[in-house]
């Protein structure tokens, strides 16, 4: 149990459907992270939230939105995927303080677009 | 684009040898960090080692890192089948942003 939880762990949804990505942690964090993780790639850093503000958008498709209404909780919209879309999709949070920053992961979403 | 590479891609070895993983990168660092990930779940961070240090233990774990040749390593020492996994270094760029770049990873099997 790392403090963060995410939902669902398993999702497939066809290209026209409209699904999300659950993530909270428990942790008192105040900056959330998506990566995406796709076979035989790096580790893809998505989305950075610092204090529920977008720091950080490593020019993602739109089709992917995400939501951070607090500083606990984050979400994945997602709409009009591609089968290239299917990954893990990993929920972290890390507690800012400027440099050494140690990222607390998430159990990971597998997402499969059919 | 990508920071760190991990080397090499795939390690086996037998219980109770040492794994030595590499990892190189490009530009200057804060901090270098390496997790690991077990087989579909999420990375566990191990160590963090800071620019300014050039050697940090954490119980089996050794890791190393010499800001001259941009390149840390992390040994494992005693290694057992639990340590199968998969292990990636993560580093933390100088610039405005401060955010982890992470390698492809390197798949560590531990044969009994």
């Known amino acids: 149990e790392t403090g963060v939880t995410q939902t669902p762990r398993h999702l497939v949804m066809g290209m026209t459907n409209k699904k999300s990505l659950k993530c909270e942690q428990h942790?008192?964090?105040?900056?959330m992270y998506w990566y995406k993780q796709s076979a035989k790639k790096p580790l893809e850093l998505m989305f950075v939230y610092n204090f529920k503000e977008q720091t950080e958008n490593n020019s993602v498709p739109s089709r992917f939105s995400p939501e951070c209404p607090n500083s606990s909780h984050l979400f994945l919209h997602l709409h009009t995927l591609q089968p290239e879309d299917s990954a893990l999709y990993l929920c972290?949070?890390?507690?800012?303080?400027?440099?050494?920053?140690?990222?607390?992961f998430g159990e990971g979403s597998w997402l499969t677009v059919v | 684009s990508q920071q760190g590479e991990e080397d090499p891609q795939a390690l086996s070895i037998q219980e109770g040898e040492n794994a030595t993983m590499n990892c190189s990168y490009k530009t200057s660092i804060n901090n270098l960090q390496w997790y690991r990930q077990n087989s579909g779940r999420g990375l566990v961070h191990l160590i963090l080692i800071r620019s300014n240090e050039r050697e940090k233990h954490s119980g089996r774990l050794r890791v190393t890192l010499d800001t001259s040749k941009k390149s840390s390593s992390l040994l494992i020492t005693a290694s057992r089948a639990a340590d199968t996994a998969s292990y990636f270094c993560?580093?933390?760029?100088?610039?405005?942003?401060?955010?982890?770049?992470f390698g492809k990873g390197i798949t560590l099997s531990v044969r009994p």
């Open positions: 993560a580093t933390d760029a100088e610039g405005a942003n401060s955010k982890l770049t």
């Open positions: 942790l008192g964090h105040n900056a």
């Open positions: 972290a949070s890390t507690q800012w303080q400027g440099r050494g920053n140690t990222i607390y």
